[in-house]
C-alpha cells in the first residue's frame, strides 16, 4: 500500500502566477487534511476535506486559498496570485475512519 | 482552543546518551491524543510514538517512550542510547479525540546527536 502522494515535490513560482499542489491520499482513506509549514515552525493546519466536502477551513486565509477533494482524483490546495509570503512547506496527511494521520512528503513552494 | 508548547527550540545529545524533550499543552478536554513526530531533513513527518490520554500507561516504542503527566498537561519523550539518525526536527502534536479533528503541533525541538 503506498504512502500519501504529493507532487510536486518543488514548486517554483513568481509573485502573481498560481499554484497547484496535489495530494493523493493512502488507498482507502478518504480523509484529507493540509498543513503549512514555515521555516523553523510547527505544521499549522489549514483544511479538513472527505470526498466532495470541505469539512473544516478555519486554518485557511480567506483569499487566494482553496481545497478541493473531487469524488475521482487527487485533493488539490490552490493558490491563486502567490506572494513571497506564500513560500513554505505544504504538507498533505490523510485518515481512514478514526484518529491516526499519515504525512506526505511535503511540497515546498518557492516564490520568487 | 488547543496549545501545545515546546520550550526547547534546540538540544544536543552524546551518542549513546540519553536525552528528554520536553512538552506542555493546554486543553479542556479530558480524552485525547498525543504525538511526537521526527522530521530529519527530508522533511518527511515521521511518527515516533503516540499515546492516548486515556491511557495511563506510558507509550513505549523501542528505544522511545514518553512520561506522561496528564494532571500536569505534560508529555515527555525520551530517546535513550541515541543514534546519530535520531538527529532531526522534533514536535509534539495534540489531537482531539473528536472523529476527524485536526492536529495541533508544537514549534519543534531540533535535536542534534554528537559523535
Known amino acids: 500500500n503506498a504512502g500519501v502522494m504529493q507532487n510536486p515535490r518543488h514548486l517554483v513560482r513568481r509573485r502573481g502566477q498560481e499554484a497547484r499542489l496535489r495530494c493523493s491520499p493512502m488507498?482507502?482513506?478518504?480523509?484529507v487534511y493540509w498543513y503549512r509549514q514555515l521555516p523553523e515552525e510547527g505544521l499549522k493546519f489549514m483544511v479538513y476535506?472527505?470526498?466532495?466536502?470541505?469539512?473544516?477551513e478555519s486554518g485557511m486565509p480567506k483569499e487566494r486559498f482553496s481545497a478541493e477533494f473531487p469524488k475521482e482524483g487527487p485533493s488539490i490546495l490552490r493558490i491563486q496570485q502567490v506572494v513571497r509570503g506564500d513560500s513554505a512547506a505544504y504538507f498533505c496527511?490523510?485518515?481512514?475512519?478514526?484518529?491516526?494521520?499519515?504525512f506526505g512528503p511535503g511540497t515546498r513552494l518557492t516564490v520568487l | 482552543a488547543q496549545t501545545v508548547t515546546q520550550s526547547q527550540p534546540e538540544m544536543s545529545v552524546q551518542e549513546a546518551e540519553t536525552v528528554t524533550l520536553s512538552c506542555t499543552y493546554d486543553?479542556?478536554?479530558?480524552?485525547?491524543?498525543l504525538f511526537w513526530y521526527k522530521q530529519p531533513p527530508s522533511r518527511q513527518m515521521i511518527l515516533v510514538i503516540r499515546?492516548?490520554?486515556?491511557?495511563?500507561q506510558n507509550a513505549t516504542e523501542n528505544r522511545f517512550s514518553v512520561n506522561f503527566q496528564k494532571a500536569a498537561k505534560s508529555f515527555s519523550l525520551k530517546i535513550s542510547d541515541s543514534q546519530l539518525g535520531d538527529a532531526a526536527m522534533y514536535f509534539c502534536?495534540?489531537?482531539?479525540?473528536?472523529?476527524?479533528?485536526?492536529?495541533?503541533f508544537g514549534p519543534g525541538t531540533r535535536l542534534s546527536v554528537l559523535p
Open positions: 496527511a490523510s485518515s481512514p475512519l478514526g484518529n491516526e494521520q499519515f
Open positions: 488507498k482507502g482513506h478518504s480523509h
Open positions: 476535506l472527505q470526498k466532495e466536502n470541505i469539512i473544516d
Open positions: 486543553t479542556s478536554e479530558s480524552d485525547y491524543y
Open positions: 499515546q492516548e490520554a486515556y491511557k495511563q
Open positions: 502534536a495534540y489531537s482531539s479525540d473528536n472523529y476527524g479533528q485536526n492536529f495541533v
